[in-house]
């Protein structure tokens, strides 16, 4: 439609041109051409007006485009630039190690210390490997060393024979132990191996089972052992000071 428009203001303003030529012409001829002037007025006019008709919605059209499309909607603020979030950080902290067992260990309780029999490479003579221990009850038959001295200290005494100790990653002991062979009253041990006896049950037959009447610290001889029906029968061990007594009829270590 607007084009039409132009078109039409086009040609009514060629019009008015043509016509005021006319009226220029007829002016010289006749000096009357005062209607053809009037009539060229009012073509010009009508052609300006028509353009303009025309022109108006183009020119709608135009700032329309440059103002850019309009989208229906409430308006919302420009959101902030976004930053990545950190890996979100954790308090708990990594669960302590469980105590060692045998850090809790008091004069008196018990171990068992695996025993094997090996050959000493100095010496060439039989001798025995200790095994790492482990908390044992004194009432148990594995229970066959018992402890004699904690803390930091050099293992001092007569009985002790074997120690152990242990040590965390920043060299702080964490427990250090003194063991003496577990002799017990009324309890029966194998003696086949005499320097390292083993605990048994009491019924168990053989020639080296022994049971134990009475265990004597400080003391190198048996005058103080209990007499049965047979008499008595002991060993001592004089660098620990120490004597054992079985029954009479027993023969311990034969």
Same mark, same amino acid.
């Given at each position: ?6 078109? %039409? ?9 043509? /016509? ?6 007829? @002016? ?10 009037? $009539? ?19 020119? @709608? *059209?135009?700032?329309? !485009?440059?103002?850019? *499309? ?7 603020? /420009? ?12 308090? =708990? ?7 060692? &067992? ?14 094997? +029999? =090996? ?5 060439? @003579? ?15 038959? *594995?229970? !066959?060393?018992?402890?004699? +001295? ?5 293992? =001092?005494? !007569?009985?002790?024979? $074997? ?9 702080? $002991?964490?427990?250090? $132990? ?8 009324? %309890?029966?041990?194998?003696? /086949? +191996? ?18 134990? /009447? ?11 052992? &209990? ?16 004597? %054992? ?10």
């Amino acid at each position: 439609m607007p084009w039409v428009l132009i078109a %039409v203001a086009v040609a009514l303003l060629l019009a008015a041109t043509a /016509t005021g030529v006319l009226a220029i012409r007829r @002016q010289r001829r006749t000096q009357n051409g005062r209607g053809m002037r009037v $009539l060229a007025s009012i073509l010009v006019i009508l052609g300006w007006i028509a353009m303009l008709a025309g022109l108006l919605p183009i020119a @709608q *059209d135009v700032a329309s !485009n440059l103002a850019g *499309d309009t989208i229906a909607g409430t308006a919302r603020p /420009t959101a902030p630039g976004l930053v990545p979030a950190g890996l979100p950080t954790t308090t =708990t902290s990594a669960k302590p190690a469980a105590p060692d &067992p045998l850090a809790a260990l008091r004069v008196g309780d018990c171990v068992e210390v695996p025993m094997d +029999q =090996t050959t000493d490479p100095k010496t060439g @003579q039989p001798t025995w490997r200790a095994g790492s221990p482990a908390v044992a009850d004194c009432d148990s038959l *594995d229970a !066959n060393y018992r402890v004699v +001295q904690t803390g930091a200290g050099e293992c =001092t005494g !007569n009985l002790y024979k $074997l120690e152990t100790s242990r040590h965390d990653k920043s060299g702080n $002991l964490i427990y250090h $132990l003194c063991l003496a062979y577990d002799w017990r009253v009324g %309890v029966c041990y194998d003696t /086949t +191996q005499m320097d390292e006896p083993l605990k048994v049950d009491c019924g168990t037959a053989g020639a080296h089972i022994v049971q134990v /009447t009475a265990v004597l610290e400080d003391t190198r001889e048996g005058a103080g052992c &209990p007499r049965d029906g047979q008499g008595a029968v002991w060993v001592v061990w004089d660098k620990r000071a120490l004597t %054992v007594c079985f029954r009479g009829g027993d023969e311990p270590g034969r």
